[in-house]
């Protein structure tokens, strides 16, 4: 294994239950998230390193330069797993010298390799999943258990040159708030990388932009035995304004590449009262505008129907586009598209389907493109990492630092 520790760390940072609560509304969202940051903070410590994490659950730490360059550069990944899928009890699973088939786990779940055609490239390397119950995790405690394991390989290189380095672990990345109370002044970096993407080789420079939607909608609740011409249910409203939705466009489940698309993500409520929360998303941010403007169709729509009813509908402004901000420093890509190509790795330039706290982190002036972990199939049961693109991850960072300290 060409770096001892990274298996063990990846494994040890699973188990710890971080899951992320988008109902909360303290920061963090969940205060479980510092059990992963107070031992990450340890170990950063006991490597020599200055690490703290602040009141709220952000880790900082720094790793001094030794060379001339004048350059910080900044290296971060989230804490926090996904709502979506349980991470309470992880137990991963080692699959050492992988013979390319199905991987059946607990509960029926089965990763397959016809859904999986990067499996087939993995064949006798070490695969890690979940036992099938949870979530994994490698989003995104691969891409911390990578940073700390660059860190560690270039302290005990110092042959290596390299930038002063900053580091960041954040909480609640995966319901939107990852920068919410991140401290750039204490961070310090000129240019970072989010490591956080997905399959070996792809260097993000493009996300969607993105706004959050709520439906509100106020009915009338009369006793059913009385109700008539009386009663208004909140839950019809609401299912209605759901069943006008597009079937075939404007779902994650029906585009792919540059298609936005308009999705429901919660609905709640009673007869007097309901909500439905929406998610929108696109490149553009034209085109975003366009797809919230047909919701707002779709209520006058329903709202003729139910005049008796009130509804209304909140946006709010999630993150832009990060490609406008990157365009204006191209180095900042360009660099770790030649460091892969130096560690042997072809460079995937892509967009994300989602976003990053890179995107809210460039809008706050520092640039951040994201780089792979390695992982698949992130917020389900069937995730999965190779330990060998893990390790080339941490190639990428090490090459990345280097070629940062002769920048000039």
Known sequence: MKYGKLLDRFLRYVRVDTQSDPRSETIPSTEKQKNLGKILVEELKSMGLEAEMDQYGYVYASLPSNTDSKYKIGLIAHMDTSPDV???????????????????????????????????EKVGETIITTDGTTLLGADDKAGIAEIITAVEYLLSHPEIPRPEIKIAFTPDEEIGRGTVKFD?????????????GGALGEIEDETFSADAGKVIIKGVNVHPGYAKGKLVNAIKIASDIVSRLPRFTLSPETTEGKEGYLHPTDIRGNVERAEVEFIFRAFEVEELKEIEELLKKIIEVVRKDYPRAEISLEIKEQYRNMKYKLQEEPRVVDLAIRAAKEVGIEPRRTSIRGGTDGAMLSYKGLLTPNLFTGGHNFHSRQEWISLQDMEKAVDLLIKLMQLWSSEK
């Open 86 to 120: 349980s991470g309470a009890n992880v137990n991963p699973i080692v699959h050492e010298n992988y013979d390319g088939k199905d991987i059946v786990l607990k509960e029926g779940v089965v990763i397959r390799v016809e859904e999986n055609p990067d499996l087939k």
């Open 184 to 196: 750039l002044k204490k961070f310090g970096a000129d240019f970072a990388y989010t490591v956080d």
